[in-house]
């Protein structure tokens, strides 16, 4: 049997029963998982871990697209999805560290990249790769700007066409307003994006915005978006995520996971491990923040969540309603009522109930309540009966689908009883 040595800890084992270490993580081969430095299990779907197994029996190596379906999927044809989709799982069990221990070569495939090892297929540094791209995409637009076309290399990395990447930027011009109601924009934007894929089918940033417009569908209640869309939605953004996605895809894949009105759809442990993701790769975006407290507050964080979102709130110049909607939702469930009440007030008026602003509503009415101004609570409350269908605080219980922890959950719905709403 061949051991492994202290200083190849990556190098695989003849014998099945060994284990394949890497970084602070073991491919514990015995008992088929994945287990991080405390021994504790990361959870993986079957495919994925045979997906991870492969990498890491390769591990410093380019393994092409090709080979990994070969292996996964022996003798049975597949749609480059379903790799994508084990390659999104691996980066969530990977958490925060992910990009940096598996790296995507666009159009070739795939290498698990550890630190400190003899790796047999030199990496860059994701940084200095995220300069390089940032360098001739910049190049690109100026040579577009005087009427030209090119398609520029550097070495194995094809960078994206001028035209894609233009035809990405007018899409998601249409799509930064997270507020809006104009589904006239969403279409226009689609199409854009479609036809920018069709140019360039790895465009990560074109896959995380056409599953924006996807996911927006669905949100917006009015619109008509259903399971269809959502399941569009996260196999555009988990397709971006897979090609080395920026922390823009990581968040939209956080608030998926944490707000799909379908149950099978939603993982708070996802959830989280994206939006941390997101700060982890680009931790000066406030909208990276923002998404990585309300994932905290909705999975019973909300000490944690308090401190993220302040933080947001300072850096931002102008913060937009989700912002103060995050606010309130961590200070109520952090015990601090008059606090959320400030936060959510602003947002409460004729628009509270409709759409995707019924939570504010809720939220206000149950900080009113627990900071002792019954009456306004009540106010909001009966406002709330004459325009949403949930008639009891246990219908709206169902209605804050996003909120995971039983202890908040009790915590609004205490406040809601005591503006006076029934159940």
Not at 259 to 265: E, R
Request: glycine share 8%; proline share 4%.
């Amino acid at each position: 049997m061949l051991q492994i040595s202290e200083k190849l800890a990556w190098e695989p084992a003849l014998d099945q029963q060994c284990s394949i270490r890497f970084g602070d993580f073991t491919l514990n081969r015995a008992r088929g998982r994945l287990e991080d430095a405390t021994g504790a299990e990361r959870f993986l779907r079957p495919k994925s871990y045979r997906v991870l197994e492969v990498l890491a029996e390769r591990c410093g190596q380019l393994v092409s697209k090709d080979d990994l379906v070969n292996e996964a999927w022996p003798n049975v044809f597949v749609s480059d999805d379903s790799l994508a989709h084990c390659i999104s799982d691996i980066r969530r069990a990977f958490g925060p560290g992910a990009a940096d221990l598996l790296r995507t070569v666009p159009k070739r495939g795939y290498a698990l990249a550890v630190p400190g090892s003899d790796s047999q297929f030199p990496l860059p540094p994701i940084t200095k790769l995220r300069d390089m791209r940032t360098g001739v995409v910049a190049l690109a637009l100026a040579v577009a700007a005087a009427g030209l076309s090119w398609a520029l290399h550097d070495n194995e990395r094809v960078v994206e066409p001028v035209a894609a990447n233009s035809l990405v930027g007018q899409a998601n011009a249409f799509l930064e307003a997270r507020d809006w109601r104009r589904r006239e924009d969403n279409e226009q934007a689609r199409r854009l994006l479609e036809t920018a894929l069709a140019t360039e089918p790895g465009n990560s940033d074109a896959l995380a915005s056409l599953g924006l417009t996807y996911w927006l569908e669905v949100k917006h209640l009015a619109w008509g978006g259903g399971r269809r869309e959502m399941e569009r939605a996260l196999s555009l953004v988990e397709r971006a995520v897979a090609s080395g996605g920026s922390a823009r895809s990581h968040r939209l894949l956080a608030e998926m996971r944490l707000l799909a009105p379908f149950p099978d759809k939603r993982s708070s442990v996802d959830a989280l491990a994206s939006a941390r993701a997101a700060v982890a790769i680009d931790g000066d975006d406030p909208d990276n923040l923002a998404v990585l407290a309300q994932a905290l507050a909705l999975t019973g964080r909300s000490t944690e969540a308090v401190g993220m979102i302040e933080q947001a709130l300072l850096l931002k110049q102008s913060p937009p309603d989700w912002y103060h909607q995050i606010a309130g939702l961590s200070y109520l469930l952090a015990g601090e009522p008059t606090q959320a009440a400030e936060q959510l007030g602003p947002l409460y008026g004729a628009g509270t109930f409709a759409n995707a602003r019924w939570w504010s509503g809720w939220l206000f009415a149950a900080s009113l309540a627990h900071a002792g101004r019954t009456d306004e609570a009540s106010r909001v409350v009966e406002s709330a009966l004459a325009r949403r269908p949930e008639r009891s605080a246990s219908a709206v219980a169902q209605s804050l689908y996003g909120l995971s922890n039983e202890e908040d959950l009790r915590l609004v719905l205490d406040g809601l009883r005591l503006a006076g709403m029934r159940g």
